[in-house]
């Protein structure tokens, strides 16, 4: 082997010694083909906090095609951080990501580093099919970036976690970390934004398939489970390089038609599942035709993408002092006269989700607000994704940007959702005059969050706050006060 290898293979593990065995022959498959091709692989194995029977493992089994191994314990109890110091330790010019419980296509290695070599330097590289098998079935048929509407990676991501690019990708994109309590997750979706927003396209590349284990205690399930399934604050969300990325695609006269269930008919992805099932009898056509799920591809319809634009392109939409979530139910003229009267010169949003509020009169009292209604801005869009949406706009604000929530269902949801991810002070107000039925769900509200900070305020007649409750601190703004 030379002194460089043409791939290093990553493959991050924890305790799934019941499943790795079947990984590695699946690498040592896909290390043989390149082989003859006339490459070189080296598989970096990063342990982290795994049991002996586990890392046993790889001394028992003998991984024909592999060139060089290296051993590599950690405890860092991070996927994140156990891919970053496997990609530094490694030597290849080309690194692949791999989990210790899935399967690759015996070609894919070699059909990944042909495409790399023929294509710019700036290019990801996927496989074209994931089949997820074991607990259920599916199946996802990817296609490259510059044929689908890379926009409605605001709420998703359209790509994975198994890619394959130049070192000095991962170099200078290092994984970020995300512990549960954090309340962040998917580091694959962050990463693959911002290689976007730095100029990296993706490429799905014909003839590969990946194979997904889809199991009860994954890491995923747990994500779902503990989390608010949000990622951090990315570059491609910024409102101007998001535009320059949308218009890039938006303009696209046609979708990639994805085959679905007509791939089980493709004789070379047929073969590639009959090597695949010789390691795992679980990956059958079978199962397939007759358990799945589904069939899906990345190939999206752009609404959430546009939606997110429409956003981008409002005028003085970032920058603001203070943002309000407001109802037109109960909305507290009296609260903004004194507000306004005493903050002048703040920058200041309302967020709402109700076309019945009065937006002229609200204008008109007080100029020079900016008003989001979100409800009208993402048409034929779900709550979910609503919500990611306004996720994005904030991450567009300071961190000295207070956030204010009056009582309605709105503020109410989306504060439990997402207050563990909301870095700026937050403040409740209370509302007098609120009907029964108000005054339990706030009461639900707030004792849920166990709200502790309560400032009173002074018992105007013509004010109807009784309080200000500060829900959470954030990162402590300059007082304005």
């Keep these: 082997m030379t002194s460089t290898p043409d791939i290093s293979v990553i493959v991050t593990i924890h305790n799934e010694w019941q499943y790795l065995p079947r990984t590695l022959l699946s690498i040592s498959e896909a290390a043989t083909d390149a082989r003859h091709a006339g490459l070189s692989v080296e598989c970096v194995f990063v342990f982290d906090s795994s049991e002996g029977k586990t890392r046993s493992i790889i001394k028992q089994k003998k991984l024909n095609g592999v060139d060089a191994i290296q051993i590599i314990e950690v405890d860092y109890q991070s996927v994140s951080l156990s891919r970053n110091h496997g990609i530094i330790q490694s030597k290849g010019d080309y690194i692949f990501i791999l989990d210790a419980d899935d399967l690759i296509s015996f070609s894919i290695l070699r059909k990944l580093y042909c495409s790399a070599i023929n294509s710019p330097i700036k290019t990801i590289f996927t496989p074209r099919f994931k089949f997820g098998f074991d607990l259920s079935y599916f199946i996802v048929e990817y296609f490259s970036s510059d044929l689908i509407n890379i926009g409605d990676m605001v709420c998703q991501n359209l790509y994975n976690a198994r890619l394959f690019s130049h070192r000095s990708f991962f170099e200078n994109n290092p994984y970020f970390d995300m512990p549960f309590q954090s309340g962040y997750a998917f580091e694959d979706w962050l990463i693959a934004t911002e290689a976007l927003a730095s100029g990296y396209r993706f490429q799905a590349v014909d003839e590969t398939a990946w194979y997904y284990r889809v199991r009860t205690h994954s890491l995923f399930r747990q994500t779902i489970e503990k989390t608010t399934k949000q990622i951090p604050k990315s570059a491609f969300f910024d409102y101007k390089i998001f535009l320059r990325e949308y218009e890039i695609t938006r303009k696209i006269a046609s979708l990639p038609t994805g085959i679905g269930r007509e791939v089980l008919n493709n004789s070379f992805q047929m073969e590639l ?18 358990y799945s799920t589904g069939a899906f591809n990345n190939a999206t319809i752009g609404i959430t993408g546009h939606a997110y634009a429409k956003i981008c392109r409002i005028k003085n939409n970032k920058n603001f002092n203070d943002i309000f979530f407001l109802s037109c139910i109960n909305f507290p003229y009296d609260f903004f006269d004194v507000f306004f009267q005493t903050n002048q010169s703040t920058r200041v949003a309302f967020f709402t989700l109700e076309d019945e509020l009065n937006v002229e009169k609200i204008r008109k009292y007080y100029p020079g607000i900016t008003i989001i209604n979100f409800e009208s801005l993402t048409p034929g869009i779900d709550y979910k994704d609503r919500d990611i949406i306004i996720i994005k706009t904030l ?10 929530f009056f009582p309605a269902e709105f503020s109410y949801n989306f504060y439990e959702k997402f207050h563990i991810i909301l870095n700026n002070q937050c403040f409740y107000y209370s509302l007098r005059n609120l009907k029964d039925h108000e005054k339990l ?19 105007q007649e013509e004010i109807k706050i009784t309080m200000r409750i500060l829900l ?7 007082s304005r006060e």
């Design 472 to 478: 959470s601190n954030g990162t402590p703004p300059a």
């Design 273 to 290: 599942m009959e090597r695949a099932n010789s390691i795992d009898p679980a990956i059958l056509p079978y199962n397939f035709y007759h």
């Design 395 to 404: 991450q567009n604000q300071s961190t000295t940007t207070k956030l204010h």
């Design 441 to 459: 769900r706030e009461l639900e509200f707030l004792n849920a969050l166990g709200s502790t900070s309560h400032e009173t305020l002074k018992q």
